[in-house]
């Protein structure tokens, strides 16, 4: 099995900045795609970036200029650095990753717990 623990989370009035981090442990042969969804009192989760193992990165559109996403391989672990917050990204953060669990396996997909983050003043 795997898991995936985030940490970073809290309140933070507009403007300010947040570092998320998500790490995965468990059963790893290796990591594919990572990536940060967010889901907002009412609202579908929606996908916020994602980062491949080789380094490309995508956002949707509200957090570009914003938010940078970034892994470490070494220790299965991706990041989401956050800046100037605004009220409406306010939600749940959930990090995803798809895992293969040993060379002949395929990828299946995880999610971790989850994580608040509130942009109030």
């Known amino acids: 099995q795997v898991q995936l623990v985030e940490s970073g989370g809290g309140l933070v009035q507009p403007g300010g900045s947040l570092r998320l981090s998500c790490a995965a442990s468990?059963?790893?042969?290796?990591?594919?795609?990572m990536a940060w969804y967010r889901q907002a009192p009412g609202k579908e989760r929606e996908l916020v970036t994602a980062?491949?193992?080789?380094?490309?990165?995508n956002y949707v559109d509200s957090v570009k200029g914003r938010f940078t996403i970034s892994r470490d391989n070494a220790k299965n672990t991706v990041y989401l650095e956050m800046n100037s917050l605004k009220p409406e990204d306010t939600a749940v953060y959930y990090c995803?990753?798809?895992?293969?669990?040993?060379?002949?396996?395929?990828?299946?997909?995880?999610w971790g717990q989850g994580t608040q983050v509130t942009v109030s003043s």
């Open positions: 980062i491949t193992n080789s380094g490309y990165t």
């Open positions: 995803n990753a798809a895992v293969r669990s040993n060379s002949w396996s395929g990828l299946n997909d995880y």
């Open positions: 468990g059963s790893i042969f290796s990591i594919g795609t």
